[in-house]
């Protein structure tokens, strides 16, 4: 079966999603415009149309929902509560599909393969199945078509940019969109994908209470992806357990995130709720290796370097952190600006007590008032280009605040993130990231754009 770009299949989505959301994007930059008051409304409606949309759209509304400034603020609050959770394809689909991948006697190579899908997501969906050796398995199957979808969308998401750059030039787009680019068109790789789960048991290996599943290579191609098992219950039921319980969860889960970034430079870069599982010990699965992002030592060391700057006020590092996370042309009305934005998401971090990630807020609204205030500036100071590394780093600590927040968890989040960073060296991390991504079957990354 040929899943390659192709022109039918990126008119065939263009017809789908431009009749929607590029269309509702129009009407809403019109009431921009002309001040008609309808920019809400469109938002709103706009939220409806991507939620029963397969694919990749649906994916680049959630990241843009986290950059401050990338989309209108209305749409940003509409687009964060999308969530990937398609309905899944039928059992003739799912047939054709695993032939396609593993040969017309597939199903013989599993001891037993669930019809229905256990769950569905924007880019494919997980079926349950049954190792001839007993042990339970996740078969993830990519829905056809997925590369002129990436394609087609990201046609899209330019008309969109486009639209807003004409009452909006603050901030500018262009890197964030090659970041999307990138990341989406690498999550299409099922084999990328294998290595870095490989990756990641590597890095986690010696954190206690995260779990990750093993992939069989056997049972695995481009677009399948064939993993054990892992049991575990939704996170969001734990949010009325004990404190010691939730604070638990909370802890294992920041180790999850930010061990591996501080010590190899790696992030996963989708903290999506189903991306994530509570076991019966109280550890984590973590799950869904697609959206990785490897940074560059330097960018690391600029994120520590803005953590120390912040915390003793030392303004000469950072703008020296600033300009080594890739902002260039900084304003001292600039560099005032994003030190507003710096010190929300480094707030917890430095606050030498036991405390909520952000004692103010609501989960589903972390970061907004912040992102408005910071947004408005920027608009009045002139344009700002978004460094590439930025979105999905942003992406994550917003995404983890808020899954914090739904916790209600009260850490010491200082003490937790001076263990990360102890002792580190940007010489230091350069090394344990190149024989972490050798030993997992991956290249240093060559520049901005990802893994080479």
């Known amino acids: ?56 759209v649906m994916k680049i509304a959630q990241i843009l929902s986290t950059v401050p400034g990338a989309v209108p603020e209305d749409f940003a609050r509409e687009l964060s509560q999308l969530q990937a959770d398609a309905p899944a394809m039928g059992w003739p689909f799912v047939r054709r599909r695993m032939k396609a991948e593993l040969g017309p006697d597939w199903e013989a190579k599993y001891a037993s393969f669930d019809h229905v899908a256990s769950a569905a997501a924007s880019l494919g969906q997980v079926h349950r199945a049954r190792a001839h050796d007993g042990r339970d398995l996740a078969a993830k199957l990519q829905y056809p078509d997925m590369a002129s979808a990436v394609e087609a969308d990201l046609g899209q998401l330019d008309v969109l940019f486009g639209v807003y750059k004409r009452f909006d030039t603050s901030i500018d787009t262009g890197l964030i969109r090659r970041e999307v680019a990138d990341r989406l068109r690498e999550e299409l790789d099922y084999i990328r994908e294998a290595k870095h ?6 890095m986690l290996a010696g954190q206690p209470g995260v779990h990750l599943p093993e992939v069989l290579p056997d049972l695995s191609t481009a677009r399948l992806l064939t993993m054990t098992w892992l049991t575990g219950k939704p996170l969001l039921s734990f949010k009325d357990a004990s404190d010691d319980d939730r604070n638990r969860i909370a802890e294992t889960l920041f180790r999850a995130w930010y061990w591996p970034l501080h010590h190899y430079g790696v992030i996963h870069g989708d903290p999506h709720l189903g991306n994530y599982a509570v076991t019966g010990d109280l550890g984590i699965n973590l799950l869904d290796f697609g ?19 912040i915390d003793t006020g ?9 300009e080594r996370w890739g902002f260039t042309g900084l304003s001292r009305e600039i560099i005032d600006t994003l030190l507003i934005w710096a010190k929300f998401l480094y707030g917890p971090l430095l606050d030498d007590r036991v405390r909520r990630i952000d004692d103010a807020g609501r989960p589903v609204d972390y970061g907004r008032a912040t992102a408005q205030k910071v947004h408005a500036r920027l608009k009045e100071l002139g344009t700002v280009t978004v460094p590439s590394e930025f979105v999905f780093m942003d992406r994550a600590a917003i995404g983890l605040g808020g899954v914090f927040m739904h916790l209600r968890a009260e850490l010491n989040w200082r003490r937790l993130f001076g263990e990360m960073i102890d002792g580190f060296t940007e010489d230091g991390l350069a090394a344990r990231q190149a024989q972490a991504l050798a030993r997992a079957g991956l290249a240093v990354p060559a520049g901005p754009s990802g893994i080479a």
């Open 1 to 56: 079966m040929d899943e390659a770009n192709t022109l039918g299949g990126r008119l065939a989505r263009y017809a789908r999603v431009g009749s929607t959301g590029v269309g509702l994007a129009a009407r809403f930059a019109g009431a921009r415009l002309t001040g008609s008051g309808d920019a809400a409304s469109a938002a709103a409606h706009l939220r409806v149309a991507l939620g029963g949309l397969k694919g990749p």
């Open 197 to 202: 789960l490989a990756l990641y048991r590597d």
């Open 291 to 309: 959206c990785i992002r490897v940074f560059p030592p330097r960018f690391i060391g600029g994120v520590v370097d803005l953590y120390h700057a």
């Open 314 to 322: 030392d303004d000469a590092l950072a703008v020296d952190a600033f």
